[in-house]
């Protein structure tokens, strides 16, 4: 049999969800396992791979073989992977969920996306400026430095349609025109990966999978509109992004993509990372030049927008981390190759992080133009343990909930808004008909309230009245006449706030309300929550005809709140009863009713 | 170092903690966030003392370093237990049950959220998001991650964390 040990390398991706999945220990058994057989099969990190519902994962190259990806490694399962695939070069098939050749049914998560910001996550290590060279990185910054005008880069970007991607959807390319026209020598650019949205993650992947796609756009833009100086504002709470970043930064200055006279062009572009405080304002662009300049990062009046009075009042481009990542590869490809995905509105692809109820959680990216539907069903998977799918919320704190009726529409960002929910920056939770449209509004409500900065009396009165009164409802107290209240109190909000926070902050609300006003109603009216979720609505009974009396449930109640002989039917006193669900789940026959 | 000193009184070697880092980052423009960053991340927390020290040494008036340091949810006035246990209530963490989780957190150790247990070895908190939201319902011990998990198994975690004699030295 050929010893395959070093014509294979082996890939474990290692990003947060990696390594919290326990990637780090299967990355050291594989150490191990090689140091142990004495193999010198090269051993590789990756950021994320993408199939984050199947982590931890493993790539192994082979010649002659191709990729094959093992998902759910655990550690026991690697000396069966070095054994069988690296040294006896026959991949383990009952642990692969991706093989070169060969359909697997994980292949349906790749189907419908287009990897153009996520070209190189998963694949090439972040560490690694010599890996991202080989990728074709850094071919964008140089023909942009060697080949072409600050005038035709602009050019490009509009003509490629490109759309901010944080949310508003501003085309860059007259954003970038526009702090480029902007009188003075001096000028910023800004990176803006305060990625707050919860239930979002994908300036994180990018950041952590290839940090130095989204320099490589941030000193193309550096270049076309003037700027000597950049910041990338990153979140605290990501501090493997913030370490990756500062170590591209430093690669990417020693080998004279950054610093003076970049590529000999007499281009100059120095970079620094601020970390952030905790504040969700700030990834609105005015509060976070703000937090730049170490103020309080409340929002301000726009215009003047940045782009003529920006960081320290000079003209500043401020872009999200996806939009960067996306401007190497059109500079490289050409705008009509961008151009050529999406919608005539939107054009190009977008990454969402897919989560909630879903089979296939993940970083996805997908063409524009492409319908929920088929993001949630054919890439998704759908729906775990055959439960219905209800809603999927777009947008964050921002955004709303789609129904079941909407979800036919193409992904761009004029049909996402007019559904009520927003584009957002990629968020895309999937909901089933477990989760209560109520409990989730008023979740998404208290996060905005918490993260108001105070400055508008709508946003900083208003939420809290609204959350009040969502607290009511949830809790069984709900009174007639609190819908029309929510909503007038939600439009006054959202006409009389300043930035976007407060203007968006009831969407979750309003949008709840329009489409599943019934169980709102069923909340207030009926004292009920038909998704059985709104604990002070619930109660626990033992139905005395399932009931065997084993004393499962006795013995699983903290409370002391079940009682009974034993071998007959048991009771909960529901005085007692904390409504912990422990009961519920202990009991194997199905005796326990929630209602 | 930071439990024993209340917050009324700094030691000295907090106080040029302290100056070593105002006078590191007083050339910078726009430096009160990461210098703040910088001194909670020696000192542990900001009690007023040390706000006022860095007030002095600074040129800033008080007033708008409390103002700052208050504005960031990152920055603490009392002191932390020596493991932060931070319990992830994003979105996709809420839908797959984070609220059993962080009661269940909170029960075991006897503490309520944002609070610190009385041996001083844990501090619960609660997150918008750590960003790992395949993996929901998450919490993070200090730099660890933990996901996927039943309420049954966060007690069993927080239980057991730094039981086996390898609980890390002091955060601070």
């Known amino acids: 049999m050929p010893d395959q040990s070093t014509s294979s390398r082996v890939t474990v991706g290692l990003s947060s969800c990696g390594v919290a999945a326990g990637a780090a220990q299967v990355y050291e058994a594989f150490r191990r396992e090689f140091d142990e057989r004495g193999l010198s099969t090269p051993l590789r990190r990756t950021g994320c791979i993408g199939m984050c519902y199947r982590e931890p994962l493993v790539d192994v190259d082979t010649e002659g073989l191709g990729r094959v990806t093992y998902g759910g490694v655990t550690e026991e399962q690697v000396a069966r992977i070095v054994q069988e695939h690296i040294v006896g070069g026959k991949p383990v098939e009952e642990f692969a969920v991706r093989m070169e050749g060969k359909r697997l049914p994980d292949e349906a998560y790749y189907d419908r996306q287009v990897r153009l910001v996520l070209r190189n996550a998963g694949l090439i290590d972040p560490e690694s400026i010599d890996e991202y060279i080989e990728a074709g990185g850094y071919e964008g910054l140089t023909k942009a430095l060697t080949e072409m005008t600050p005038e035709e880069i602009v050019d490009t970007m509009k003509a490629s349609g490109l759309r901010g991607r944080g949310g508003a959807g501003f085309p860059s390319g007259v954003k970038w025109d526009l702090a480029r026209q902007q009188p003075g020598d001096v000028k910023y650019v800004i990176v803006n990966a305060d990625e707050g949205d919860p239930g979002a993650f994908m300036d994180r992947s990018v950041l952590e999978g290839d940090p130095h796609s989204v320099l490589e756009g941030l000193t193309i833009a550096a270049y076309a509109i003037g700027a000597a100086e950049g910041y990338i504002y990153a979140r605290a709470e990501y501090p493997l992004a913030v370490r990756r970043l500062k170590m591209a930064i430093a690669d990417s200055e020693e080998r004279g993509f950054l610093g003076m006279d970049i590529l000999g062009s007499g281009f100059s572009f120095r970079v620094k990372v601020k970390e952030g405080a905790g504040a969700f304002v700030c990834g609105e662009e005015t509060a976070l030049i703000a937090s730049v300049e170490g103020k309080r990062g409340m929002p301000r009046l726009r215009p003047p927008f940045p782009a003529a009075k920006g960081l320290w009042a000079k003209p500043t481009n401020i872009n999200n981390v996806e939009t960067y990542a996306n401007v190497p590869w059109i500079i490289t490809n050409g705008a009509a190759a961008y151009a050529a995905y999406g919608t005539e509105t939107s054009k190009g692809t977008k990454v969402f992080a897919l989560t909630g109820k879903i089979v296939r959680g993940g970083l996805v990216e997908v063409p524009m133009g492409i319908s929920l539907r088929d993001v949630i069903f054919e890439v998704g998977g759908g729906i775990p343990d055959g439960r219905k799918f209800k809603a999927v919320q777009l947008g964050g704190p921002s955004g709303g909930c789609v129904p079941e009726e909407h979800i036919d529409i193409k992904i761009d960002y004029e049909s996402v808004t007019k559904t009520g929910a927003i584009m957002g920056s990629g968020g895309m939770v999937v909901m089933d008909d477990r989760t209560c449209m109520v409990d989730i509004a008023r979740f998404f409500l208290q996060f905005t309230q918490d993260e108001s900065c105070g400055k508008c009396t709508f946003c900083r009165v208003g939420t809290k009245r609204m959350l009040e009164i969502l607290d009511r409802i949830t809790s069984g107290e709900g009174r007639e006449g609190d819908i029309e209240r929510l909503e007038e109190l939600g439009q006054q909000i959202v006409s009389s706030s300043l930035c976007g926070l407060g203007q968006s902050a009831p969407n979750p609300v309003l949008t709840t309300i329009r489409y599943f006003r019934d169980e709102y109603e069923a909340h207030i009216h009926e004292k009920r929550c038909p998704a059985l979720t709104c604990k002070p609505l619930l109660t626990y009974e033992i139905d005395p005809d399932k009931c065997i009396g084993c004393t499962l449930c006795v013995r699983a109640c903290p409370v002391g709140a079940v009682s009974g002989e034993r071998k007959g039917p048991h009771v909960i006193d529901t005085e007692l009863c904390t409504k912990c669900d422990a009961c519920r789940k202990a009991c194997k026959f199905e005796a326990v009713i929630v209602s | ?172």
């Open chain 2, 1 to 172: 170092m930071a439990n024993t000193a209340g917050p009324d009184v700094a030691t000295p070697e907090q106080l040029s903690v302290v100056d070593r880092i105002v006078a590191e980052f007083s050339t910078l423009r726009g430096a009160l966030i990461p210098m703040l960053q910088q001194v909670q991340e020696e000192i542990g927390y900001l009690p007023p003392v040390i706000m006022e020290r860095i007030a002095e040494r600074s040129g800033v008036p008080p007033a708008r370093i409390f103002g700052v340091a208050s504005f960031y949810s990152q920055f603490r006035f009392e002191p932390v237990g020596r493991h932060i246990i931070r319990v992830c209530e994003g979105t996709a963490c809420h839908v797959q049950g984070a609220v059993d989780v962080v009661e269940a957190v909170c029960d075991e150790l006897g503490v309520a959220e944002g609070g610190t247990t009385e041996d001083g070895k844990f501090t619960v908190e609660t997150v918008a998001c750590l960003g790992c939201c395949s993996l929901a319902p998450v919490i993070m011990i200090d730099e660890d991650t933990f996901g996927r998990l039943t309420p049954e198994q966060a007690r069993d975690i927080v239980r057991n964390y730094g039981t086996a004699g390898d609980e890390g030295g002091a955060k601070a």
